[in-house]
Nanobody
């Protein structure tokens, strides 16, 4: 059985930093494409960042590029999202996700339908 669990959310001031973690079981974070999505209050789920299956290639939403960094820890089978220079627009529930056994093309990594497995989400609140 595949399970993903996101953690590390909390309250942070604008301009601050936070690191989210995604613990995976039933799959490996290197053998699957991995991603972070978020859902802000009153909005639809949106893409944040992804890492390609079996690759170091990364993809980012334009709104976070240069401030957020996605990474894998292979030894601990975890995925991370380092968030710097946070703004109130970063307030959302953040979800980790993993692809199935296919090898998606680059554009597919931005789409929620690409991901077969989802974690429960962790809340990030950016406020003074």
């Amino acid at each position: 059985d595949v399970q993903l669990q996101a953690s590390g959310g909390g309250l942070v001031q604008p301009g601050g930093s936070l690191r989210l973690s995604c613990s995976a079981s039933g799959l490996t974070v290197s053998g699957n494409g991995m991603a972070w999505f978020r859902r802000a209050p009153g909005t639809e789920r949106e893409f944040v960042a992804a890492m390609r299956k079996g690759s170091t290639a990364t993809y980012y939403a334009t709104s976070v590029k240069g401030r957020y960094t996605i990474s894998r820890d292979l030894a601990n089978n975890r995925m991370y999202l380092q968030m710097n220079t946070l703004t109130p627009e970063g307030t959302a529930v953040y979800y980790c996700a993993a692809t199935g056994m296919g090898n998606p093309i680059m554009s597919s990594y931005y789409r929620p339908s690409t991901y077969l497995y989802w974690g429960q989400g962790t809340l990030v609140t950016v406020s003074s």
